[in-house]
């Protein structure tokens, strides 16, 4: 059968070289020892036993062999400890090599504790917007929960900015949690109402005929001259200088002076829906 062969010949660990004390070898054994304890606590995969076992080794090149022989390190990364005879050169590499892999069980555990987090706060939103829809349906509310469903989609359809969909959804999440027969709910159901009525997503194309829009304003409505000649004001202004942001017309009165049908006859007078 064929085989491989080889010469083997052992090489003597080097203990010391010129300028090199027992004191910096003990030194680094140490601080070896402390990182490897560090790298145990955090990487469950091995068992607290081996550091009893490895604090027991006095001899300094046989403890980062041992201690490198637990590590998961790149076969590269192996053979460069493997290569070094010298003794402190070996602590200082493994020393290094620990470091690199105690930061990267650091940011595991990191990563882990931020998913474990959101998973607990999903499983607790989840129970608790549970025993709510069991309260509604112990109250004969459940017709009404129902209906959250459908506003829900009407907030993913409606294609809202993400500013205006933040806020439609912190509304619905309020929604979930109220009577839907309280005063409150019907505030808040209303708001969302209009937001999801809103065209975000049409355009009309702006009609610029200051004849029409003044003839528009006078159909409709009885006096007002001031008003009526501040919005034909605004409308020429508009007009002139196309990307103008113009401060936005504010009409202010008690209910019932024509707000809202002043609203209304711009938006005819404009082409607008």
Not at 43 to 48: D, F, L, M, V
Not at 157 to 186: D, F, I, Y
Request: aromatic residues 4%; hydrophobic residues 40%; positive net charge.
């Amino acid at each position: 059968e064929q085989h491989f062969t080889a010469k083997v010949m052992p090489v003597e660990p080097v203990a010391a070289v010129a300028g090199d004390k027992g004191s910096e070898i003990e030194a680094l054994r140490r601080a070896v020892m402390q990182q490897f304890d560090h790298y145990v606590k955090l990487n469950k995969k091995i068992p607290p036993e081996i550091l009893t076992s490895i604090s027991s080794i006095d001899d300094a090149g046989r403890l980062a062999d041992t201690i490198a022989a637990h590590l998961p390190l790149k076969l590269d990364a192996k053979q460069v400890i493997l290569d070094l005879a010298n003794v402190k050169a070996r602590l200082e590499n493994l020393y290094e090599q620990l470091e690199r892999e105690v930061d990267i069980l650091n940011v595991d555990k990191k990563i882990r504790g931020r998913v474990k987090r959101q998973m607990e706060k999903n499983q607790r939103d989840f129970y608790l917007n549970e025993q709510v829809k069991a309260i509604q349906k112990e109250l004969g509310e459940g017709e009404e929960g129902a209906d959250i469903d459908e506003i829900e989609k009407r907030i993913k359809a409606a294609k809202m900015p993400q500013e205006a969909r933040k806020k439609a959804e912190s509304e619905l999440k309020k929604l979930k949690l109220m009577s839907p027969m309280s005063a409150e709910a019907t505030v808040v159901r209303s708001y969302i109402d209009v937001l999801t009525g809103l065209p975000w997503s049409k355009k009309t194309k702006i009609k610029h005929d200051l004849g029409n829009a003044e003839n528009v304003l006078n159909e409709d409505h009885y006096g007002l001259e001031k008003v009526k000649d501040r919005i034909v004001e605004y409308l020429a202004v508009q007009q002139r200088v196309d990307k103008l942001k113009a401060p936005i017309l504010c009409l202010v009165g008690p209910p019932g002076v024509g707000k809202t049908s002043l609203g209304k006859s711009i938006a005819k007078a404009t082409g607008r829906k």
